[in-house]
């Protein structure tokens, strides 16, 4: 297997390492069997750099790093929601929260004494990434954390399907890469539902509000699809569980009657949303309705989806394996996991031979490509 996106005569930054974070091992050792076959010309077992982050009966805790870094470009694969790792504080069983995450991140760099030649951080979903802007006497996470990153050392953080792409202005001297699965959505799409017709006489895209509208807009852009938009009225007089509840939904677009839907977003976080929004377009005579999300988080569980599923409000949901998911959903089906690990080694070995990864960011021709076969073969 190659890696097209280099040229031969690329040198290399310098030894390559991919440091797991607690409950990224999957991902990461997907990564690490990607980048082995990518890189024949080296006899390496692994990229992987085992390190441990122990805790004491205290709950504090710290980074042991196992082997030299010096002079390494190092990759650190950080999944600050997985919610599935748990420690010991007291005698207690405590699960470990983004902070928590957050906390060994900065261990782990701390550790490596500033000798690694070059550090990246790949945080899929970006923590605090929804406290972004300022709205009152508040404090601004997102921004306080790049900060803190490239204050320690950090040249380069990759994220996906940034909340907000505009927090990178908190380190506009500072490398900062918003990637987005917009090409392995749309392919995971056609091989879970073959008889999808990407043309708009038959499927549009539907942004689930104005902050999605952005994203939405390049898949209807490279599908040539007709695109809508919900709008959410909020009660802004109360807070419920931190932010103001939604009111209600309005749509705003073409008509839906017998077409399939795509409703794009960053992310699932309860699922009631995305749910009142596919009611909505149920009761406007949408055919089927498909939904991709980058992260699903489902904190209230599973069940509002599998009840949505049953009645025939959801089709489909497509959500990456960035993030740690419910042990339960490979059970649903409704639901279809997008894999990114080969992606994510694409990025990280292109990086490595420091060069340019815009065609890695920009998948169009590949979206286009992929289209014209999926017409060709009906």
Not at 43 to 50: A, P
Not at 70 to 82: L, T
Not at 179 to 199: E, F, H
Not at 299 to 328: H, M, Q, S, W
Request: glycine share 8%; proline share 3%.
């Amino acid at each position: 297997m190659m890696n097209n996106f280099i040229a031969e005569e690329s040198p290399i930054v310098g030894r390559l390492s991919i440091i797991s974070m607690k409950g990224c091992e999957g991902i990461t050792a997907r990564i690490d069997e990607y980048l082995k076959r990518f890189r024949t010309y080296e006899n390496f077992d692994t990229y992987v750099t085992h390190v441990t982050c122990p805790r004491f009966g205290t709950g504090e805790g710290k980074c042991v790093i196992d082997e030299t870094v010096r002079g390494h470009d190092v990759y650190i694969i950080c999944d600050v929601f997985n919610y599935g790792v748990t420690y010991k504080m007291y005698g207690m069983e405590n699960h470990m929260s983004p902070d928590d995450h957050y906390q060994d991140l900065k261990r782990i760099i701390a550790a490596m004494g500033g000798k690694a030649r070059r550090v990246t951080v790949v945080m899929p979903m970006l923590y605090e990434g929804r406290q972004h802007r300022r709205s009152g006497r508040e404090s601004l996470d997102a921004a306080l954390m790049l900060h803190e990153l490239v204050n320690m050392g950090v040249s380069n953080i990759i994220t996906f399907d940034a909340h907000d792409p505009r927090v990178s202005n908190a380190i506009p001297l500072s490398g900062f890469d918003d990637v987005q699965p917009t090409y392995q959505m749309i392919k995971a799409l056609t091989r879970a539902v073959p008889d999808i017709a990407l043309n708009k006489f038959d499927t549009i895209v539907i942004s689930p509000d104005e902050g999605g509208m952005s994203r939405c807009m390049y898949y209807s852009a490279v599908l040539k699809l007709d695109l809508g938009m919900f709008y959410k009225r909020r009660d802004y007089s109360r807070i419920v569980n931190g932010k103001n509840p939604i009111v209600a939904h309005e749509y705003l677009g073409r008509d839906v009657n017998g077409k399939d839907v795509i409703i794009v977003d960053d992310m699932i976080s309860s699922g009631e949303s995305v749910i009142d929004v596919a009611k909505n377009l149920k009761k406007q005579g949408a055919k089927r309705i498909f939904v991709f999300a980058s992260f699903g988080l489902f904190v209230n569980g599973l069940g509002v989806v599998d009840k949505a599923y049953e009645e025939g409000i959801i089709d489909k949901i497509f959500t990456t394996n960035l993030i740690y998911r419910d042990p339960g959903l490979k059970d649903r089906e409704w639901y279809y996991e997008v894999d990114m690990s080969k992606y994510i080694s694409l990025l990280i070995d292109t990086l490595n031979h420091d060069e340019t990864i815009s065609r890695l960011l920009d998948p169009v021709t590949k979206i286009q490509a992929l289209v014209e076969k999926l017409e060709n073969t009906k």
